[in-house]
């Protein structure tokens, strides 16, 4: 099978997870927390089932599977260019800058935003980009393991007793409520780059996404040199495999986070241990859904759904911007302010419109043009200046 075929289906998963992450937005106003008062309680019951549901399936994974594909991307692009007799890491760390600028932009709007994290964290793919599929694994792996989290919990070992406090994001994030309920778009603006900017790295490095993305990007990166994503009776005995054992290994994990109040009294001792496990638990579901994914776009019948996502993942930065921009003007005090009237069930139906709507543009825009709109912009300073 030729590298498009291989192109359809990281493009459509890419898809899958940009209308996921989608929806987790939306039912969580973009990052602003509100249940809206006067429910009746079939209402509420059924607001607390879907968030439930929601973050059961797509919670801490939607942003892992965009991990894995980004590693992936810089492989793929790091590759064409190497067969051309070119290094690409300079080219990328200038991508990564741009990446920056529209991470900014987005932040504006989003204070969740990804991708100024990501043009951070990306930078450190440069440094292993030629070393040996095994010490990449090994280093990944190392990542995956969160290690400052486990210095966490052996030093609080020695003190089960002490008062960790609430995490230092908490505060920030407290603060939300004072811009993005107000009228004005610029107090949101300066808020969301200062305050909330702020509140998300502190949560990122809280939550030990720091480490995960990392590692998840080096994973994707490996799984392009193994060419694991090109259909072929191999790879799809390897993604058979995981899903069997991804799934074996999130049961017991999964059980764990729910019942780790049990397992020792001390917080000092119990909040590091359950990011370990969390992240641990989110990783294997993630190969659920990315290998229940392939190998059902293995099949003709289920490809022919599947590749609607695709061209939502073909232009998935665009989409993701204009979901912050859209989504903050639906649910923030400077648009609509449907925060204060819309819990999870309605949020999720504003979410499924949003995302038919993107796919709709994405379809259009794609039988008259190769790629999407950001998507070009960012193509074409990427490589400004080159021959």
């Known amino acids: 099978m030729n590298s498009s075929?291989?192109?359809h289906v990281v493009d459509a998963l890419r898809g899958f997870a940009i209308v996921?992450?989608?929806l987790l937005h939306n039912i969580e106003h973009f990052d602003f927390y509100y249940t809206p008062a006067n429910l009746p309680d079939w209402m509420v019951s059924l607001d607390k089932g879907i968030w439930d549901t929601l973050f059961f399936l797509f919670g801490g994974k939607s942003y892992a599977i965009f991990s894995l594909l980004f590693g992936l991307t810089f492989f793929i692009q790091s590759d064409n260019q190497s067969r051309k007799g070119k290094d690409f890491r300079g080219r990328f760390a200038w991508r990564l800058l741009l990446l920056l600028g529209f991470g900014i932009i987005n932040s504006a709007f989003y204070e969740g935003d990804i991708l100024s994290i990501y043009a951070i964290t990306g930078i450190f793919l440069i440094p292993v980009a030629r070393l040996s599929n095994k010490v990449v694994f090994l280093i990944a792996l190392l990542l995956m393991l969160q290690p400052y989290e486990w210095?966490?919990?052996f030093t609080a070992l020695q003190d089960p007793g002490i008062n960790p406090g609430d995490p230092l994001s908490w505060s920030y994030f407290g603060k939300m409520g004072e811009y993005i309920t107000g009228p004005s778009i610029i107090k949101t603006w300066i808020g969301n780059l200062t305050n909330g900017k702020i509140a998300v790295l502190l949560w990122t490095w809280e939550n030990g996404r720091a480490f995960q993305t990392l590692s998840l990007f080096m994973f994707g990166m490996l799984a392009g040199r193994k060419q694991l994503f090109v259909?072929?009776?191999?790879n799809k005995h390897f993604w058979s495999k995981t899903l069997v054992s991804a799934a074996l290994i999130f049961i017991p994990l999964y059980i764990t986070t729910k019942n780790i109040a049990q397992l020792t009294e001390s917080e000092a001792i119990r909040r590091p241990l359950l990011t370990v496990i969390k992240s641990w638990s989110n990783m294997a579901f993630m190969l659920v859904l990315v290998s229940g994914f392939v190998l059902l776009f293995q099949s003709i019948v289920f490809q022919r759904i599947l590749k609607l996502f695709s061209p939502l993942?073909?232009?998935?930065?665009s989409n993701y911007i204009m979901q912050s921009i859209a989504g903050s003007f639906i649910y923030y005090g400077f648009g609509l302010g449907l925060y204060k009237y819309t819990g999870a069930t309605y949020s999720l139906l504003i979410g499924i419109a949003l995302a038919v709507l993107q796919g709709y543009f994405s379809h259009w825009?794609?039988?008259k043009h190769k790629q999407g709109p950001l998507e070009s912009l960012w193509h074409k300073a990427t490589w400004i200046g080159s021959e």
Do not use: A, E
């Open 5 to 7: 075929s291989r192109i």
């Open 20 to 22: 996921s992450i989608m």
């Open 151 to 153: 210095y966490n919990f």
């Open 231 to 234: 259909p072929s009776v191999t």
């Open 313 to 317: 993942g073909r232009m998935s930065l």
């Open 365 to 367: 825009w794609f039988r």
